[in-house]
């Protein structure tokens, strides 16, 4: 039998359809690996995934091509809340053209749609010129700049969206029923709801197209 591959080894072959589907413990030292080629700094630990995997107030999204995670994304919630938050977001940069970013963004807002979310809000580097582009084709807004924000001294720009059901339904789901397709409307501007530590939402390496 062929030995397997380690995540670290595995980086740069990924190929092949890329699939969403929940993030499993048998995950972790994939989602490890891809943390450090994705971030320079404020790197989630296995630990961190292990308590996300197993917390009833996150949704850990994988993408998974040719059995091996290339992307994923992290979202969290707080009771009484309807503003969710995108808490990270990574792709393997040598997926190129396959917009995994934009899929992984999508799955994460029906996420939330689905727990009854009426908001994403996320925090972003000014200069994370790729994160921005994309949740500004998402129809993402900056409700905020915020001094100081990261452990760096750096600040840090609040994007929100908010989130509705269009009367179109689309994705069809196994019943045979119609999931909701996710849409924008007017960005909220109520107060910030800090959850978590501090975090830039997307790696400025990570490929988003």
Same mark, same amino acid.
């Given at each position: 039998?062929?030995?397997?591959?380690?995540?670290?080894?595995?980086?740069?072959?990924?190929?092949?359809?890329?699939?969403?589907?929940?993030?499993?413990?048998?995950?972790?030292?994939?989602?490890?690996?891809?943390?450090?080629?994705?971030?320079?700094?404020?790197?989630?630990?296995?630990?961190?995934?292990?308590?996300?995997?197993?917390?009833?107030?996150?949704?850990?999204?994988?993408?998974?091509?040719?059995?091996?995670?290339?992307?994923?994304?992290?979202?969290?919630?707080?009771? *009484?809340?309807?503003?969710? &938050? #995108?808490?990270?977001? =990574?792709?393997? +940069?040598? !997926?190129? /053209? *396959?917009?995994?970013?934009? &899929? #992984?963004?999508?799955? =994460?807002?029906? +996420?939330? !749609?689905? /727990? *009854?979310?009426?908001?994403? &809000? #996320?925090?972003?580097?000014?200069?994370?010129?790729?994160?921005? /582009?994309?949740?500004?084709?998402?129809?993402?807004?900056?409700?905020?700049?915020?001094?100081?924000?990261?452990?760096?001294?750096?600040?840090?720009?609040?994007?929100?969206?908010?989130?509705?059901?269009?009367?179109?339904?689309?994705?069809?789901?196994?019943?045979?029923?119609?999931?909701?397709?996710?849409?924008?409307?007017?960005?909220?501007?109520?107060?910030?709801?800090?959850?978590?530590?501090?975090?830039?939402?997307?790696?400025?390496?990570?490929?988003?197209?």
């Amino acid at each position: 039998m062929a030995a397997r591959r380690s995540p670290t080894e595995s980086a740069g072959r990924v190929s092949g359809s890329v699939v969403l589907r929940p993030g499993r413990p048998t995950d972790i030292p994939a989602l490890r690996a891809l943390e450090d080629r994705a971030f320079t700094y404020d790197r989630l630990s296995a630990r961190s995934f292990a308590r996300f995997l197993h917390s009833p107030s996150a949704s850990l999204i994988v993408a998974e091509a040719s059995g091996m995670v290339c992307g994923y994304a992290l979202t969290l919630f707080r009771k *009484r809340s309807k503003v969710a &938050r #995108l808490y990270s977001i =990574a792709v393997d +940069a040598t !997926l190129g /053209r *396959r917009k995994l970013g934009g &899929r #992984l963004l999508g799955a =994460a807002e029906v +996420a939330a !749609l689905r /727990r *009854r979310a009426k908001a994403m &809000r #996320l925090e972003v580097k000014p200069d994370n010129r790729h994160a921005l /582009r994309l949740y500004g084709t998402f129809g993402y807004r900056v409700v905020r700049e915020l001094g100081a924000y990261y452990d760096d001294g750096s600040k840090a720009l609040r994007l929100e969206k908010a989130l509705a059901v269009s009367k179109q339904p689309a994705f069809p789901d196994r019943s045979g029923g119609r999931r909701p397709r996710v849409t924008a409307t007017v960005s909220l501007n109520s107060p910030p709801q800090p959850c978590g530590r501090r975090r830039d939402t997307l790696s400025p390496g990570s490929i988003l197209r």
